[in-house]
T-cell receptor, first 114, second 112 residues
Framework: DAGVIQSPRHEVTEMGQEVTLRCKPI?????LFWYRQTMMRGLELLIYFNNNVPIDDSGMPEDRFSAKMPNASFSTLKIQPSEPRDSAVYFC????????????FGSGTRLTVV | SQQGEEDPQALSIQEGENATMNCSYK?????LQWYRQNSGRGLVHLILIRSNEREKHSGRLRVTLDTSKKSSSLLITASRAADTASYFCATMRETSGSRLTFGEGTQLTVNP
């Protein structure tokens, strides 16, 4: 199993541009999570899906952020327009149904907005 | 706000010594998990302990859970330089569905 795959690994963009981050979860995992990590705020949950349906998006900072999961093998996190304060490492994670399973994280996308 | 709070924030030891990290949390949980993060990488799941368990082992790792004190500890025995990383505890609360809430982490440095 290739694990959770995120792309791109690094993204540098100018303020105001649209940014799309991509994630492929592990096959058979029913849950998908998007986290953001910064030095100031640590790891924050942005949104999570169960069986492709968004369950909790209360962590999405504002309307500039949107996430989709069109099928069980793909999810996107979009920021439009991007701002310098969005600079962070964005992680996608997935896990199986059940309370005895941990998360498998991707390697993250390091986003820099200049 | 962060559910878990790790203590200490940073720990520096010599290779071969044991490392102990602590985590406290605030609300009732289904389980508590520990993760490791190497610099510039994603988090790796180490161990999960359920709320009805008190101790769990995995290789050189030992985790304890005291639900009455709302605290957990992670012990790494016979540490190696390769154990240098940040360690996070994360809680799955009874009322939060499947979401994990992470603490701020302990930065462990193992000197060769």
């Amino acid at each position: 199993d290739a694990g959770v795959i995120q792309s791109p690994r690094h993204e540098v963009t100018e303020m105001g541009q649209e940014v799309t981050l991509r994630c492929k979860p592990i096959s058979g995992h029913d849950y998908l999570f998007w986290y953001r990590q910064t030095m100031m705020r640590g790891l924050e949950l942005l949104i999570y899906f169960n069986n492709n349906v968004p369950i909790d998006d209360s962590g999405m900072p504002e309307d500039r952020f949107s996430a989709k999961m069109p099928n069980a093998s793909f999810s996107t996190l979009k920021i439009q327009p991007s701002e310098p304060r969005d600079s962070a490492v964005y992680f996608c994670a997935s896990r199986r149904t059940g309370f005895n399973y941990g998360y498998t994280f991707g390697s993250g996308t390091r986003l820099t907005v200049v | 706000s962060q559910q878990g709070e790790e203590d200490p924030q940073a720990l520096s030891i010599q290779e071969g010594e044991n490392a102990t990290m602590n985590c406290s949390y605030k609300t009732s949980i289904n389980n508590l998990q520990w993760y490791r993060q190497n610099s510039g990488r994603g988090l790796v799941h180490l161990i999960l302990i359920r709320s009805n368990e008190r101790e769990k082992h995995s290789g050189r790792l030992r985790v304890t859970l005291d639900t009455s004190k709302k605290s957990s500890s992670l012990l790494i025995t016979a540490s190696r330089a390769a154990d240098t990383a940040s360690y996070f505890c994360a809680t799955m609360r009874e009322t939060s569905g499947s979401r994990l809430t992470f603490g701020e982490g302990t930065q462990l440095t193992v000197n060769p």
